[in-house]
């Protein structure tokens, strides 16, 4: 059983950044795409980025190109979220997650993940 564990959130004000990560843990962890993931309180989940850990391309949503920048430490598994200059709407609950197929047109769907973290809180103050 894989288990994502998340840290790194926190409270910013506008223009600020944070570094949120997520490491796989508990079983040996053998998938091929990491996600990013936010929600907010009467929103459907949103795909933020992916990467494939083969080749270390990415996918990013709209509304955080040139801002967000997703990276993987192949040595410890560990995947971070660089999140710059964030906006008062990037606050959100934020959720990693893993799949074992590579990330494709898929990325951006949470049913194309079976394993999820526990979710990280951001808020961005004005």
């Known amino acids: 059983h894989v288990q994502l564990v998340e840290s790194g959130g926190g409270s910013v004000q506008a223009g600020g950044s944070l570094r949120p990560s997520c490491k796989p843990s508990?079983?040996?962890?053998?998938?091929?795409?990491m996600g990013w993931f936010r929600q907010t309180p009467g929103k459907e989940r949103e795909g933020v980025a992916s990467?494939?850990?083969?080749?270390?391309?990415?996918h990013y949503a709209d509304p955080v190109t040139g801002r967000f920048s997703i990276s993987r430490d192949a040595a410890t598994s560990t995947v971070y979220l660089q999140m710059n200059d964030l906006k008062p709407e990037d606050t959100a609950v934020y959720y990693c997650?893993?799949?074992?197929?590579?990330?494709?047109?898929?990325?951006?769907?949470?049913?194309?993940?079976?394993?999820w973290g526990q979710g990280t809180q951001v808020t961005v103050s004005s």
């Open positions: 997650a893993a799949a074992k197929l590579q990330c494709g047109t898929a990325w951006s769907y949470g049913g194309f993940y079976p394993y």
């Open positions: 508990g079983s040996t962890y053998r998938g091929n795409c």
């Open positions: 990467v494939n850990t083969v080749d270390g391309s990415a």
